[in-house]
């Protein structure tokens, strides 16, 4: 069974970048694609994008502008930027796996980290 | 691109049957067969349990069911049990932001 899991500052300062790391266990991370979503306490989930294993991404247009990702096969690990952060971005953020390359839907999830954007 | 619209609570009594609602558009719901079904738990993770509108991963129950028609997709639990209380989120592809979700409809099993 596929295991994720999310690393990261749970603090960061407005106008900081948003660093978190998916570690992928039980399972390669080759072959298939690799999502963040988010989810501010109380509300909805937001997808803000995915990279694949040879590092093709796509992005959600409300955050492409601030959003890199970056993958490293060699440690089975995925990576999340979000830069100029500011109090909006708070939220759990979750590592996902893409069930199939065209559907975007998500079989298998981190725990979730809470990142809190405050000074 | 605007969220899904899910009713935000639906309940029933143990052993009834439930349908949750997930409204679109003809950009989303209604162009592709696309549109999965999520459980969360409060603190948890959301948990696949639906995709591409009617299949079930291995070891959801079939007391999970999904439709569509339309715009409008649909989520049905058969034999309502206790442990079914969550939130359930919608999502569906968009050729314009890749993903939108629902809203979320909480079931509360009375």
């Known amino acids: 069974q596929v295991q994720l899991q999310e690393s990261g500052p749970g603090l960061v300062k407005p106008s900081e970048t948003l660093s978190l790391t998916c570690t992928v266990s039980s399972g390669s991370i080759r072959d298939y694609y690799w999502s963040w979503i988010r989810q501010p306490a109380g509300k909805g989930l937001e997808w803000i994008g995915r990279?694949?294993?040879?590092?093709?991404?796509n992005y959600n247009p409300s955050l492409k502008s601030r959003v890199t990702m970056s993958i490293d096969t060699s440690k089975n690990q995925f990576s999340l930027n979000l830069i100029s952060v500011t109090a909006a971005d708070t939220a759990f953020y979750y590592c996902?796996?893409?069930?199939?390359?065209?559907?975007?839907?998500?079989?298998?999830w981190g725990q979730g980290t809470l990142v809190t954007v405050s000074s | 691109q605007s969220a899904l619209t899910q009713p935000a609570s639906v309940s029933g009594s143990p052993g009834q049957s439930i349908t949750i609602s997930c409204t679109g558009t003809?950009?989303?719901?209604?162009?592709?067969?696309?549109v999965s079904w999520y459980q969360q738990y409060p603190g948890k993770a959301p948990k696949l349990m639906i995709f591409?509108?009617?299949n079930r991963p291995s070891g959801v129950s079939n007391r999970f069911s999904g439709s569509k028609s339309g715009i409008t997709a649909s989520l049905t639990i058969s034999g309502l049990q206790a442990e079914d209380e969550a939130d359930y989120y919608c999502?569906?592809?968009?050729?314009?932001?890749?993903?939108?979700f629902g809203g979320g409809t909480r079931l509360t099993v009375l």
């Open positions: 003809s950009s989303d719901v209604g162009a592709y067969n696309y």
């Open positions: 999502s569906s592809y968009t050729l314009s932001t890749h993903v939108v």
């Open positions: 990279i694949y294993t040879s590092g093709t991404t």
């Open positions: 591409e509108v009617f």
């Open positions: 996902a796996r893409d069930r199939a390359a065209r559907t975007f839907d998500f079989d298998y």
